[in-house]
């Protein structure tokens, strides 16, 4: 029988750093961040996050990244409160590139069009 619960951890800790960033946080470094996927392990022990912002600029992303390592300890804190998992695993966010990515390949085909 397949094991589905790390990815029911995983949608829950997505729902619930998105309700943390929105109504937690005051860093302003994070207020345009959305967490686009979790990936959970298997025990449960880490979970990394993937999260995109609007902005395009190199400095905004690096921003965001120091705001959300700076408040990694309040939403672990906060996830442990909401969840009613043994032990809150380990926090890591990564940039998620999937979405400038396909904006890369939707503007390429509608130029592929033009010509």
């Not at 951890?9 to 109504?23: A, M, P, S, T, Y």
């Not at 959305?34 to 022990?45: A, F, P, R, S």
């Amino acid at each position: 029988m397949a094991n589905y619960r790390d990815r029911r951890v995983g949608q829950e800790i997505l729902k619930e750093v998105n309700d943390i960033l929105r109504k937690k946080v005051r860093d302003p470094r994070v207020e345009n961040v959305t967490i686009t996927d979790v990936h959970v392990t298997g025990d449960l022990q880490q979970a990394t996050i993937y999260y995109s912002i609007l902005s395009d600029l190199a400095s905004d992303k690096k921003k965001a990244q120091e705001g959300l390592a700076k408040a990694s300890g309040l939403i672990r804190r906060e996830l442990g409160h909401n969840l009613s998992i043994y032990k809150t695993p380990e926090l890591t966010f990564e940039l998620d590139e999937s979405v400038g990515y396909g904006n890369h390949i939707d503007e390429l085909l509608r130029n592929l069009n033009k010509d």
